[in-house]
């Protein structure tokens, strides 16, 4: 398990992204100290989050077909979608990380029922790391500190709130999250 083999991968990245992953990156293992995770799989998990973010549509699509991937009408219409099973395919490839890393770049665009505390993590993580700006991401952020479960729920909240707005639809998995923290399922 050396990521570095992943390196060449990273280091395609803009100078925007690779700032980005390594913010969330570093909050994760800050995270991880706090909720008793393994900092190196929450490091790991952060900084490959988005191997695959700057593929374009159609090599994301030719990608993940190559992956074994299945490709729902979601990702058919929004390809980015495939960013993080993508980069978690190439981690898997490797061997590098381990299932509970998989799932939290699997699902750390768009959320999901039943995640792992790492998945929850990183879905949070990517979302208030440093970089970003929006009115809320300061309180979740604090409260990731004390409860990723309530963290989790607030941002999915709010990420549901910035669709709205947009007049854009959730993913199915995003809503089925929202539905298990609304009415008291796992987080």
């Known amino acids: 398990m050396n990521p570095d083999i992943l390196l060449p991968r990273f280091n395609r990245l803009s100078a925007h992204r690779q700032?980005?992953?390594?913010?969330?990156?570093?909050?994760?293992v800050d995270l991880a100290k706090v909720h008793g995770l393994d900092p190196v799989a929450a490091h790991l998990a952060g900084w490959g989050h988005?191997?695959?973010?700057?593929?374009?549509?159609?090599?994301?699509?030719?990608?993940?077909?190559?992956?074994?991937?299945?490709?729902?009408?979601?990702?058919r219409q929004e390809p980015v979608?495939?960013?993080?099973?993508?980069a978690s395919c190439w981690l898997h490839a490797h061997d590098v990380g381990d299932m509970d890393v998989y799932e939290a770049i699997?699902?750390?665009?768009?959320?999901?029922?039943?995640?792992?505390?790492?998945a929850k993590a990183l879905f949070i993580a990517d979302g208030v790391e440093p970089g970003r700006d929006f009115a809320?991401?300061?309180?979740?952020?604090?409260?990731?500190?004390?409860?990723?479960?309530?963290?989790?729920?607030?941002?999915?909240?709010?990420?549901?709130?910035?669709?709205s707005q947009r007049g854009l639809?959730?993913?199915?998995?995003?809503?089925?999250?929202?539905?298990?923290?609304?009415?008291?399922?796992?987080?």
Not at 19 to 28: E, F, K, N, T
């Open 136 to 163: 809320a991401r300061e309180n979740i952020l604090r409260k990731a500190f004390s409860s990723l479960d309530e963290a989790f729920r607030d941002l999915l909240e709010e990420t549901l709130g910035y669709l």
């Open 81 to 86: 979608l495939l960013h993080g099973p993508v």
């Open 50 to 75: 988005d191997l695959a973010r700057e593929l374009s549509r159609a090599e994301l699509l030719v990608e993940a077909e190559r992956c074994g991937i299945a490709i729902d009408i979601w990702a």
């Open 106 to 118: 699997d699902y750390h665009t768009t959320g999901g029922p039943n995640l792992g505390v790492l």
């Open 169 to 187: 639809t959730p993913h199915p998995n995003m809503m089925a999250a929202i539905e298990e923290v609304t009415q008291g399922g796992n987080a």
């Open 19 to 28: 700032g980005h992953s390594l913010r969330v990156a570093d909050l994760m």
